[in-house]
C-alpha cells in the first residue's frame, strides 16, 4: 500500500490527538439521561439538556429508552426503531468550524448496540457529520413519509458500514448537497474516499464504541478516520474539503429494519498539537518516507 504524504502525516496526527483531547473543548455531550420523549406515536422527537433529536425520514422515530445493556440499570439511551428501511435520526448543535490550524481536530464519539438482531446489509449502520446550509430541522418528519426538503442541501462526510452476516465492509463518503443524508441517489461529486480499511460488520448486539475524527491537514486537506472499539477501521484524506463547518449530527441504518440505540454522544474540539509535538510528527513523518 502506497501511503501519500498528507496520509502518513495524518496518521501520526491521529495519535497524538488522545493526547491532545485531554485539553479539549466540548462541543455537546449528550448521556440522554434528561431525554423526555414528545408526541411518541406521531412525528415525535426527544428533548434533552443538550439537544433536541428528531426522527429524519417517513416512518422512522425516535424514542428515549431504558437500557441496561447500554449503561446499566436506570440508564436512558436514544433508540431508533421503524418497521421500514432506509430511516435515520438527527441531532443539531452549535455551528462548529474546523480552523486552518494544522493538528487541529473535531472528533465525535459515541457506544451503540443493535436492540435486536441486525439483519444482513453491506452499508446496514451509517453515522455523520454535516453542515445543514442553513435549513436546520425544526420537527420530525416534515415531509411525512417522504424526503424532508430541508436536507436536500446538507453536505458533509459519513462512515457505512456492514451488518448481519454481511460481507465486512467500512468506507468513508463525501456526500455533496442534493442528496438524502447518509445516502441517496449518487449526485455529482460523491466519492468514497477511503485510502485504507479494515473491512467490518456489526453482527451482534453487543455494545461497540465509536470515534469519528477530522483533522486539519496542510494545504486545506482534512484527514477523516474511523475507530471501532479502539481499531482503527478506516482512514482517509480529503483533498478537496466541502466544507470545515459542521451543524448536524446523524445516525441511520441502510437497506434493514434492525432498531438500534446510541449513548454517550460526545462532540469535542481537540487543539493543535504543541511545539514538540509537531516535531514529532516531523520526527515520525521522515520515518515514514525513509522506509518505503
Known amino acids: 500500500m502506497i501511503i501519500s504524504k ?27 439521561e434528561s431525554a423526555t420523549n414528545s408526541n411518541l406515536n406521531n412525528n415525535n422527537n426527544v428533548v434533552t439538556s443538550n439537544l433536541t433529536w428528531y426522527s429524519a425520514l417517513g416512518l422512522g422515530r425516535v ?13 436512558t439511551a436514544l433508540e431508533m ?38 439483519a444482513s446489509n ?32 446538507d453536505f458533509g462526510y459519513y462512515i457505512r458500514m456492514a451488518t448481519g452476516p454481511a460481507t465486512a465492509t467500512t468506507e468513508l463518503i463525501r456526500e455533496p448537497a442534493g442528496n438524502n ?29 465509536f470515534v469519528f475524527t477530522l483533522t486539519r491537514l496542510s494545504g486545506g486537506d482534512i484527514g477523516l478516520s474511523v475507530l471501532m472499539d ?5 482512514s482517509a484524506v480529503e483533498t478537496n474539503p466541502l466544507t470545515g463547518t459542521f451543524d448536524t449530527l446523524y445516525f441511520g441504518k441502510g437497506n434493514i429494519a434492525s432498531d438500534f440505540a446510541v449513548d454517550n454522544v460526545q462532540l469535542s474540539l481537540i487543539p493543535e498539537p504543541g511545539t514538540l509535538a509537531l516535531l514529532g510528527i516531523a520526527l515520525s513523518a521522515l520515518a515514514i518516507f525513509r522506509r518505503r
Open 63 to 75: 424514542r428515549a429508552v431504558e437500557d441496561t445493556v447500554l449503561g446499566g440499570a436506570g440508564n
Open 181 to 209: 443524508p447518509l445516502g441517496g441517489p449518487v449526485v455529482p461529486g460523491e466519492a468514497i474516499l477511503t485510502n485504507s480499511a479494515t473491512p467490518t460488520r456489526i453482527e451482534d448486539q453487543l455494545v461497540h464504541n
Open 122 to 153: 453491506i452499508y446496514g449502520f451509517r453515522f455523520g457529520l454535516f453542515n445543514s446550509n442553513g435549513t436546520l430541522m425544526t420537527q420530525s418528519n416534515p415531509n411525512g413519509n417522504s424526503q424532508p426538503t430541508v436536507q436536500d442541501d
Open 230 to 234: 479502539g481499531n482503527l477501521i478506516g
Open 6 to 32: 498528507n496520509h502518513g502525516v495524518f496518521l501520526t496526527l491521529l495519535l497524538l490527538s488522545t493526547f491532545a483531547s485531554l485539553q479539549a473543548s466540548m462541543i455537546f455531550a449528550d448521556n440522554f
Open 81 to 118: 426503531f421503524s418497521p421500514d428501511t432506509f430511516r435515520r435520526m438527527s441531532g443539531q448543535f452549535t455551528a462548529t468550524t474546523l480552523s486552518a490550524t494544522v493538528g487541529e481536530a473535531l472528533q465525535l464519539s459515541f457506544d451503540m448496540r443493535f436492540t435486536e438482531a441486525p
